[in-house]
């Protein structure tokens, strides 16, 4: 018999905090995630935007196994599908000051036509689509004085520049709407 963890549920913000283009980030619980967070030297290891808060949120972001039907790719995830324990041991929400309520909106709408397309890990020089590429493509596409930086990675496999959630965490004009307290493993 295997033996299974057992996660107490995420704390969730109240919902009318959270606004469509906020970006969540979480520190994941998988081997992918570790490897980000060992390479990037950061908290966080993946994020998504909010682009849609009614009926309920959702979260488009590119990954490779948050939803086992659709395997490597951009997909759209309730907050609930996101930040579940499984998956993240803690989340927190930014909200970019620097982008108008219209921009976000064209931001949104870009990247709803982006679900489906196929993640791709790749240096800067060469095609890719990840997370945080998906996100910095969108919003330099309407907001192009958008500059976040790439860190340089030579790890097995891995070679050139690549962009983290920590050049998003970093950037100088956001308010960090919310941060969940690590979950106990």
């Not at 570790?34 to 972001?61: F, N």
Request: charged share 20%; aromatic share 12%.
């Amino acid at each position: 018999m295997a033996c299974q963890l057992s996660h107490p549920p995420q704390t969730v913000p109240n919902p009318s905090l959270i606004k469509i283009g906020d970006w969540i980030f979480r520190k994941g619980t998988q081997t992918d995630s570790l490897i980000v967070r060992q390479i990037s030297g950061d908290e966080y290891s993946h994020i998504g935007m909010v682009v849609a808060v009614d009926p309920e949120i959702q979260i488009i972001h590119a990954t490779t196994d948050d939803d086992h039907n659709h395997p490597n790719q951009v997909i759209i995830s309730s907050l609930a599908e996101f930040i579940t324990p499984k998956l993240a041991e803690k989340f927190a929400i930014a909200r970019p000051n620097f982008l108008t309520t219209t921009q976000q909106q064209q931001i949104v709408n870009y990247l709803l036509t982006r679900k489906g397309a196929s993640f791709i890990i790749a240096p800067k020089k060469d095609e890719h689509l990840y997370c945080t590429t998906l996100l910095s493509d969108a919003i330099s596409r309407y907001y192009p004085d958008f500059k976040v930086e790439w860190q340089y990675v030579n790890f097995p496999l891995l070679n050139g520049f690549y962009l983290f959630p920590s050049a998003f965490a970093k950037h100088d004009d956001i308010t960090w709407i919310y941060q969940s307290p690590a979950q106990t493993r």
